[in-house]
């Protein structure tokens, strides 16, 4: 159920310009990764995800910090940081961290 309405709020999002392309889809990762739908995997589900609505709307894929997330380290700990910031409703350390 919150993945049918996470899928309608984004649609809505998008179509009526409620944010910026880049805005909307960070707050479609955001909202997946919160969903957690799997046990492990739901951050690169998440990223993936996105990555696809993107394309499927005519938008580059993001570069989700330029490097692996898979892997414990300083590029996991930025995202995870923004993420956390998100969290709060902070979104700019986000959508900063997956354009760099």
């Not at 805005?23 to 996105?50: K, M």
């Not at 997330?69 to 995870?80: F, N, V």
């Amino acid at each position: 159920m919150r993945l049918e309405q996470l899928c309608g709020n984004t649609r809505y999002q998008f179509e009526n310009n409620v944010f910026s392309p880049e805005e909307w889809a960070v707050r479609f990762h955001h909202e997946l990764v919160l969903i957690h739908p799997f046990p492990n995997g739901n951050g690169r589900h998440a990223r993936l995800a996105t990555d696809l609505l993107r394309e499927r709307n005519g938008l580059s894929r993001f570069t989700w910090g330029s490097g692996s997330l898979t892997e414990s380290g300083d590029l996991r700990r930025e995202y995870i940081g923004a993420l956390r910031e998100a969290d709060r409703g902070n979104f700019e350390r986000l959508l900063h961290f997956v354009q760099s």
